[in-house]
């Protein structure tokens, strides 16, 4: 099951989840992509989000207003609907609506094939040594299994003799069984207060997180910016 979780408020972009991107909600677009690939529940916080998705035939769930992380909000979603301890989710950002649905297909089998030797999966992608200075592009490192050793809002790793690097942005798409995902909402951490990433709590409390390298055209739509940038993106892409 995929669950994307929709809060209505955004302090940089306001009811972007509902921002119009050539004529089709944006939290539409990433239901339309999840649907190619498995079923599909919105979890908001907002009765306007909840009348949206069914006027698109798209089951949502009205879920706590006070929620910090979308993984808290999928949470409690997931309670709502019993599933099974067993059940494989993917967390969907809904404000990622260009991203291919053949990603969601490899997180999709990676959780089927190998979950027992993680706790999660993720995905990465190669950046640009210009956009690694962006704090709103997370970096990730990994290690030579493809296992997460760190993220960060800052350029990582610092390359103190300005030697030839490749650098990898996080994807934020998340895969995990129920069981996985209750234990993950439990866990205490430090890291993600200081960098506002929820991830960096599972490497705090020494369980991994299982990275799949992939190539897209997809971008997170955080400010007025990216969702012009949307809009001119979509009109070629919707031909």
Same mark, same amino acid.
């Given at each position: $099951?995929?669950?994307?979780?929709?809060?209505?408020?955004?302090?940089?972009?306001?009811?972007?989840?509902?921002?119009?991107?050539?004529?089709?909600?944006?939290?539409?677009?990433?239901?339309?992509?999840?649907?190619?690939?498995?079923?599909?529940?919105?979890?908001?916080?907002?009765?306007?989000?909840?009348?949206?998705?069914?006027?698109?035939?798209?089951?949502?769930?009205?879920?706590? +207003?006070?929620?910090?992380?979308?993984?808290?909000?999928?949470?409690?979603?997931?309670?709502?609907?019993?599933?099974?301890?067993?059940?494989?989710?993917?967390?969907?950002?809904?404000?990622?609506?260009?991203?291919?649905?053949?990603?969601?297909?490899?997180?999709?089998?990676?959780?089927?094939?190998?979950?027992?030797?993680?706790? $999660?999966?993720?995905?990465?992608?190669?950046?640009?040594?210009?956009?690694?200075?962006?704090?709103?592009?997370?970096?990730?490192?990994?290690?030579?299994?493809?296992?997460?050793?760190?993220?960060?809002?800052? +350029?990582?790793?610092?390359?103190?003799?300005?030697?030839?690097?490749?650098?990898?942005?996080?994807?934020?798409?998340?895969?995990?069984?129920?069981?996985?995902?209750?234990?993950?909402?439990?866990? +205490?951490?430090?890291?993600?207060?200081?960098?506002?990433?929820?991830?960096?709590?599972?490497?705090?409390?020494?369980?991994?997180?299982? $990275?799949?390298?992939?190539?897209?055209?997809?971008?997170?739509?955080?400010?007025?910016?990216?969702?012009?940038?949307?809009?001119?993106?979509?009109? +070629?892409?919707?031909?």
């Amino acid at each position: $099951m995929i669950i994307i979780p929709a809060r209505l408020s955004s302090s940089r972009l306001p009811n972007k989840v509902l921002a119009d991107i050539n004529g089709i909600p944006m939290i539409i677009r990433c239901a339309n992509i999840a649907k190619e690939i498995d079923d599909v529940v919105i979890a908001t916080d907002s009765e306007e989000v909840i009348k949206v998705c069914k006027k698109y035939n798209f089951e949502a769930i009205l879920t706590d +207003k006070n929620h910090k992380s979308g993984s808290d909000r999928i949470k409690e979603a997931s309670d709502i609907l019993k599933l099974d301890k067993n059940e494989l989710i993917i967390n969907m950002q809904g404000d990622e609506p260009f991203l291919e649905a053949e990603i969601l297909e490899k997180v999709k089998n990676t959780l089927k094939e190998n979950k027992e030797n993680f706790n $999660m999966v993720s995905c990465y992608k190669e950046i640009s040594e210009i956009e690694a200075e962006d704090p709103n592009i997370v970096k990730v490192i990994i290690d030579y299994n493809n296992f997460a050793i760190y993220f960060s809002r800052s +350029k990582i790793p610092y390359n103190r003799d300005n030697n030839p690097h490749i650098y990898y942005g996080h994807i934020g798409i998340y895969g995990f069984d129920k069981k996985s995902l209750d234990e993950f909402v439990t866990m +205490k951490g430090n890291l993600e207060h200081i960098e506002k990433l929820e991830q960096l709590r599972v490497i705090e409390n020494g369980k991994k997180i299982k $990275m799949i390298k992939v190539k897209t055209n997809s971008f997170g739509i955080d400010t007025i910016d990216d969702l012009k940038k949307a809009i001119e993106f979509a009109k +070629k892409v919707d031909k």
